[in-house]
Each structure stands twice: as C-alpha cells, then as structure tokens.
C-alpha cells in the first residue's frame, strides 16, 4: 500500500509528491495521458519574485522562452496603465516541458509515475483506475487530487461549483511583430468579465488569447484579433476552462485532499495558478507529514492553507470589483488612476502574486489619495 496517491500530474500535484517522497512517505502519481505536460493548456507566465520565493530558479531556466519587465494594460477605449522595471518582471516558459522537468524531479526522488493511467473511483483506501484500457485496483492511505479545473476527486468529494466561477480561455500561437520585453492586457466587452493578453516568446511570436463567459470564445478572440489588427500565422490553437472563483472553505473530506487548479488555487485576476499552487502542493506534504508521523488531523492543511487562500480571496475581490465596472467605469477608472500615478506606484509595489503587499500601502501615498472615492467601492465588494 502506498501512503500518497497523487492524482493528475501537474506543477501542484507533482511538487507534493516530490516533497512527501522526501519526507519518506511512498508516494505514486497518476496520470492519464501518455506524457508529463500534455495537453498545454496554459499560457506558462510566471513572476520572478514567486520563483526566487519558491527556489526553482534552475528549473526555470531549463525550460526558459522569454523574459518580461512589464505590463501594459489596457482599458476598453484605449487609456493605458504601463507597470515596467528595469529588471525581469516575469518569465515565460515551455509549459509543458516544465511539468515535464517536475516529474524528473519527482521521479529522481523515488516517485512512482504511472502514465497511460486514468483514475476511475476511489472507495476509502482503494482506488479504481484504467491503464491502458484495463481495470486496476490501487491501494492508498491518502489521495491528494491534483485533477484541475475539471477535477473528478473533487466531484466524489461532493464539493460543488458552480459555471460563474469559470471564464473559458482560448490560445494561440501568433506570428507577427511584439515588443519582446512587455505584456499586453486588454480589457472589453470582447473579454466579458476577464481580458484579452497577448505575451509574447519573442520579437516574432507571441501567445495571444483571451478568456470570457460569454459563451461564444471563438468569436469573441475573433473580434479582439480583428480589432487589434493582429495579423499572421496562427498555431498551436488551445482552448480550457479557467476556475476564478473564491477558494473553497475545505478541501480535505476523509482521506482525500485537493490541490491546485482542483482547489482552485488560481488568481482570479489572472487566472494563473503555478506557483501559489505548487506553494499549495508544499503546504499539502506537510500536512501528510504532520498525519502520518504525529498523527494530526489531515484537517489541518486548511488551516495551514490559510496565507494562501488569504492572497486567493484578495484576488477574487478585486475581480468582483472589476467585473460590476462599464466600459466607460474602466476608462474612468484608468484615467484617475494615471493621474495618480498608479503605473509608477505598481512599478515600484506590485506583486503579480500577492496583493497583500501593495494593496495597504496605496492610501499611505498623497498621490494615491484620488482613488480614495474608488478604495471605499473596493471594500464595499
């Protein structure tokens, strides 16, 4: 019997089973595809100051595609915020070569990883798999669902979730001209209730896409391509739900656990989850440490969960915020905000990660003391 099945291996999922390996706790991952990092279903940015946090610096760089110093965002009617810094802001990476680097790593540690593997139930101790088309019987003391957004273990957790709590993203490979150094977010109707990026690998290529809840994304990226006049060659096209709702109160029932995009341990300003949920995946072998060796409660991890969920909730406030605002509130919005100088003061503060950080230190500013009438409908959310 194994003391930890991991279900889903992705950045969180993988992260977990690497530490709870470590601890000395025979660990086996499952996943259902025939390879780590398949199918990319994410645009792989991820801030410096979460990977120097995290120390995987070295990971990061085997599988490094760009670096970026900034953002430009854009309102509907095109009033910018630029956020830049002299040094890396972000890194943008090969996605699924980075799984793929995670499960190396696991792997090196003495984690089992079943490919080709798709779990099918689990019964208290016993899991129910398909491998390669033939039933299986699995034996574990705990399951840590790491399944994503579409997570089964969460469903036979019994925890509910309802479709506003997702955008649908969808991707593409673009060729063309792009600043290589900055970020592009565009907010608008288009972008119902999210926004638009273009993120760009290079001079040349660029990741371009866009979430909504709409319910038609491939007209809506149409109308943001068309508008933006981005021209070229399209390729490795992609399409995924994105969770951006509140994280939940518990993510433990009996022996099963969740982590990751399956606890939605994403940013709903961003939708990105990679590093808060491999921070989550640490969190989580912790607590499997604490049950198994001083025989706490696996309850304990969403107390230990807490820092987190504290940025998580931060995140899913200023989304409300901003999803209850027009266009032309945007615009508003924007235009205060330049005056403020709320690009300089995001260039010198901002956490892409963490909005604990900055949030608190914005009225502490006299140029900041425009936004006071805005600050009040921000608590008011």
């Known amino acids: 019997m194994k003391m930890l099945t991991v279900v889903g291996a992705g950045p969180a999922g993988l992260v977990a089973a690497r530490k709870a390996q470590k601890l000395g706790w025979e660990t086996t991952v499952l996943e259902e595809h025939p390879t780590i990092g398949t199918p990319v279903n994410c645009t792989g940015i991820i801030s410096a100051s979460g990977v120097e946090e995290l120390g995987i610096r070295k990971q990061v760089e085997e599988v490094l595609v760009n670096k970026v110093r900034g953002a430009q965002i854009f309102s509907p009617n095109h009033e910018m915020v630029e956020v830049k810094k002299s040094g890396t802001v972000a890194y943008v990476v090969d996605r699924g070569g980075f799984d793929r680097v995670l499960g190396r790593e696991a792997q090196d540690a003495g984690v089992e990883i079943r490919l080709n593997t798709k779990m099918i139930d689990i019964r208290n101790e016993t899991v129910f798999v398909e491998h390669k088309g033939r039933g299986e019987l699995l034996k574990s003391r705990v399951i840590l669902g790491a399944d994503g957004v579409n997570s089964k273990t969460r469903r036979l957790m019994g925890i509910e979730t309802d479709i506003k709590n997702y955008v649908h ?41 866009l979430a909504s809840t709409s319910g038609n994304i491939r007209k809506d990226f149409n109308l943001f391509v068309q508008e933006k006049n981005l021209t070229g060659n399209f390729c490795d096209r992609c399409s995924s739900l994105i969770p951006v709702g509140e994280p939940f109160k518990s993510v433990v029932k009996g022996n099963l656990m969740l982590v990751g995009d399956a606890a939605f341990h994403t940013k709903a300003t961003t939708g990105g989850g990679i590093l808060l949920g491999m921070a989550a995946g640490e969190v989580a072998a912790n607590a499997l440490h604490a049950h198994f060796k001083d025989n706490k409660p696996l309850s304990d991890y969403d107390k230990m969960l807490s820092p987190i969920n504290k940025e998580l909730r931060l995140h899913f406030k200023i989304r409300e915020y901003m999803n209850k605002k027009t266009e032309d509130d945007m615009d508003n919005l924007f235009r205060k905000m330049n005056k403020a100088g709320m690009g300089e003061f995001l260039s010198e503060y901002g956490d892409m990660d963490k909005p604990s950080r900055f949030l608190g230190k914005i009225l502490k500013k006299p140029s900041m003391w425009r936004l006071f009438p805005e600050a009040l409908r921000f608590a008011g959310t």
């Open 169 to 209: 993203a969808y991707q593409v490979v673009a060729e063309g001209n792009f600043n290589p150094n900055m970020v592009q977010v565009y907010l608008g109707d288009y972008a119902k209730n999210f926004f638009a990026w273009v993120v760009p690998e290079s001079a040349t290529r660029a990741r371009v896409g």
